[in-house]
């Protein structure tokens, strides 16, 4: 079993920063990859949940290219926290941001995300 609880969100102006933070509480099970993904608000229809960013257990990184440059994902293990720096942000950043794990045995595919907290929410205004 794997919990994970997200903070960090806010508002912010366009051009700001924000830094998300994910706490892992894993119960007997190893995570393999954790990510970052964020869902549109309501009002944008068709828009589905959209994979941000991803780190895995060798510290191999990837960016969705909308965020490439401006975003970075980071982990703590001794802390058992992950990050998502979030610079330059843009209006579209506006979105609810979720964190999410695999297992270990399960791959990074978006599909292999089994675990995903609460959301934190995203309002950049322009």
């Known amino acids: 079993q794997v919990q994970l609880v997200e903070s960090g969100g806010g508002s912010v102006q366009a051009g700001g920063s924000l830094r998300l933070s994910c706490a892992v509480f894993?119960?007997?099970?190893?995570?393999?990859?954790m990510g970052w993904f964020r869902q549109a608000p309501a009002q944008a229809p068709g828009k589905e949940r959209e994979?941000?960013?991803?780190?895995?257990?060798?510290?191999?990184?990837t960016y969705a290219d909308s965020v490439k440059g401006r975003f970075a994902i980071s982990g703590d293990n001794a802390k058992r926290t992950m990050y998502l720096q979030m610079n330059s942000l843009k209006p579209e950043d506006t979105a609810m941001y979720y964190c999410?794990?695999?297992?270990?045995?399960?791959?990074?595919?978006?599909?292999?995300?089994?675990?995903w907290g609460q959301g934190t929410q995203v309002t950049v205004s322009s």
């Open positions: 894993r119960y007997g099970v190893n995570t393999r990859c």
């Open positions: 994979r941000v960013a991803v780190i895995d257990t060798d510290g191999g990184t």
């Open positions: 999410a794990a695999s297992t270990s045995g399960a791959g990074c595919a978006t599909e292999d995300f089994r675990y």
